[in-house]
């Protein structure tokens, strides 16, 4: 137990923690039979947690941002792709403003303060993404009942809602110009080996719609010719100073095997006799530059937007997403289930898979406003007054 006493010219709390490691606090006060009331206080406090194993040293307390930080990042459990991406968000936001505070010096109004100057300067999600990042090492100092939890009430921006339109899908037809469009046409392009080497990619990814790291991480292992399936899962992450990693297992940590319509596959294969190195090698990559390297997407979108113009599709922002939204709408068209599509997208959450994609329906759009036509015709001939002219 605590004891407190006169010693020294003042008043000094002895007391062991629960590692067994005795601690001295002194106060300042007069020699007499009462110790002063913050010496008493505390006396009462260090005796409450010690019996309620409450306790914390203040070395622990003093403990700086940027060392729970670390602790907590080397425990998470999360893919390589998350904590890439995590480690560039936190050497940029969120370490230079709070590596130095001591964690029990942190307070919900700081965090309201910085969380209002990030705001100025990016996105909502790109700030709920780098408050995560804050919040993830103080929750764990709250467990080891260290602190008590500064993120109480902490005003973040509202999540903005995701709102997708038909300029976002491009229909089965513009699909075909937009993969014929890849290819440049003239005598002196025909012979050009390189010529319309993403035109596979393009088509794979506006029917079977994966992300664009599963895209470029397939590998001919990953095709199945003859049961016509295309298996995604290995992600090839090529954001890092254009050196790539890999990782096994894709954003959901799953492997999933997605049928693909014979078109598809008939291209992807003639996208390998054509553009791998070694057809035979079973862990050849699909998609590569001619250099050999993993294409990357800032440059593929460049490839896109020139075939876009080419292709009539002017003024259309088409990138990768285009292309995954574009393969749920047909693949809803088509009509496919939401649990279908879901399985064929990756999701893990069927109300993710309706809320975005569900009204892309564009053929189906196109097809009911026909249908309605026709019916309207049919129910009105020979009994329909003619509408008047407007003056």
Not at 161 to 168: A, G, L, Q, S, V
């Amino acid at each position: 137990m605590a004891h407190l006493g006169w010693r020294r010219n003042g008043w000094e709390l002895r007391y062991r923690d629960p590692s067994g490691r005795q601690r001295v606090e002194r106060f300042d006060g007069p020699n007499g039979r009462k110790p002063p009331a913050e010496a008493s206080e505390r006396l009462a406090a260090v005796e409450r947690q010690l019996r309620w194993r409450e306790y914390v040293g203040p070395e622990q307390r003093a403990t700086t941002f940027a060392e729970y930080y670390d602790r907590w990042n080397a425990s998470r459990q999360v893919s390589v792709t998350r904590r890439h991406t995590d480690a560039g968000r936190a050497k940029l936001h969120v370490l230079p403003y709070w590596g130095g505070w001591r964690i029990g010096d942190i307070r919900p109004s700081d965090i309201d303060d910085w969380v209002a100057q990030l705001s100025k300067r990016m996105g909502p999600w790109s700030v709920r993404h780098c408050y995560a990042l804050l919040r993830g090492p103080l929750r764990r100092a709250v467990k080891d009942r260290v602190i008590a939890d500064p993120c109480v009430d902490i005003r973040l921006p509202k999540k903005p809602e995701i709102r997708k339109t038909f300029d976002d899908v491009l229909t089965a037809a513009e699909v075909d110009a937009l993969v014929a469009a890849l290819a440049d046409v003239g005598e002196k392009y025909c012979s050009l080996r390189t010529n319309g080497r993403y035109a596979a990619l393009v088509f794979m990814g506006a029917w079977l719609g994966p992300r664009w790291n599963e895209a470029i991480g397939l590998r001919i292992c990953d095709l199945n010719m003859l049961r016509r399936e295309v298996t995604f899962g290995r992600v090839v992450v090529n954001q890092n100073n254009s050196k790539p990693f890999l990782e096994r297992g894709s954003k959901t940590d799953d492997w999933r095997s997605v049928p693909a319509p014979e078109p598809v596959i008939d291209l992807l294969a003639d996208h390998i006799a054509r553009y791998v190195a070694e057809p035979t090698d079973r862990e050849a990559f699909l998609f590569t530059t001619r250099d050999g390297t993993h294409p990357l997407r800032s440059n593929f979108a460049r490839e896109l937007r020139h075939a876009a113009d080419r292709a009539g599709l002017e003024g259309r922002r088409i990138t990768w997403l285009t292309l995954r939204h574009t393969g749920a709408s047909l693949m809803f068209d088509a009509g496919l289930t939401l649990f279908e599509v879901q399985q064929r997208l990756g999701h893990k959450d069927p109300t993710m898979t309706a809320r975005v994609y569900t009204h892309l329906m564009r053929e189906r759009f196109e097809e009911g406003r026909l249908r309605l036509e026709a019916y309207m015709q049919e129910k009105r001939d020979g009994s329909a007054q003619p509408l008047p002219k407007a003056e």
